[in-house]
């Protein structure tokens, strides 16, 4: 059974530019979360794809949107980018809403320069 | 709004030693409280979760009981190894409403185990 993936591993972009980051689910399951790490502190919440649809958002500006496919993949996209926004973005899986066990991938370490 | 408090890093002990990581909530009604840890260059893995008052979790050594009249799920483990070296993050899921389950975490506790 495949765990969760993310692309790319590594990035560095220039503030003002715009970032698309990719998740692949883990097998069966039809839930997508995306997180925000910074450093040195705990994931923030930045939303959630249940069966392609958003069904709840942190505390993120518009222009951070994402898209689940049918395949219950997910992109993370990121627009007009700050420099705070230097983060580890971090996937999360799951077979369900609710209080199913949420399955991380290793994050995407995103540097704004 | 729900939030997690969990004792400043790093913890530094010696192999063996006995483990205790001190985690408090807030939240509305009866959260789901969990234990994450996370492995330098890695992802969070699940250490161990509790679902209502008084239940203990439990993995690998590690356990934590959900005190809903202190409202904190402490993480203990009686003897340390140097692999158990990671970040230990604390986490808590709002009672369940049938909406997006959202993970919200403490800022974490490094632990350094030494031989």
């Known amino acids: 059974e495949t765990g969760v993936t993310q692309s790319p591993t590594h990035l560095i972009k220039t503030r003002g530019q715009q970032v698309t980051l990719r998740c692949s689910s883990q097998?069966?399951?039809?839930?997508v979360s995306w997180y925000q790490q910074a450093l040195g502190q705990g994931p923030q919440f930045i939303f959630q794809?249940?069966?392609?649809?958003?069904?709840g958002r942190g505390n993120f500006p518009p222009r951070f949107s994402g898209l689940q496919f049918p395949n219950y993949s997910s992109e993370l996209n990121v627009n007009a980018l700050e420099l705070d926004d230097s983060a580890l973005y971090l996937c999360a899986s799951s077979s369900g809403q609710g209080l199913y066990e949420q399955y991380f991938g290793p994050g995407t370490r995103l540097t704004v320069t | 709004g729900d939030s997690v408090t969990q004792m400043e890093g790093p913890v530094t002990l010696s192999e063996e030693a006995f483990l205790t990581i001190n985690c408090t909530y807030t939240a509305t009604g009866y959260p789901s409280l969990f234990w994450y840890v996370q492995y330098p260059g890695e992802g969070l893995q699940l250490l161990l979760k509790?679902?209502?008052?008084?239940d203990k979790g439990s993995n690998k050594g590690f356990e934590a009981t959900y005190r809903k009249e202190t409202t904190s799920f402490h993480l203990e483990k009686g003897s340390v190894q140097v692999s158990d070296s990671a970040v230990y993050f604390c986490a808590l899921i709002p009672t369940y409403t049938g909406t997006a389950s959202k993970l919200t975490f403490g800022t974490g506790t490094r632990l350094q185990v030494t031989l």
């Open positions: 794809y249940y069966r392609e649809e958003e069904n």
């Open positions: 509790a679902t209502k008052a008084d």
């Open positions: 097998s069966g399951h039809n839930t």
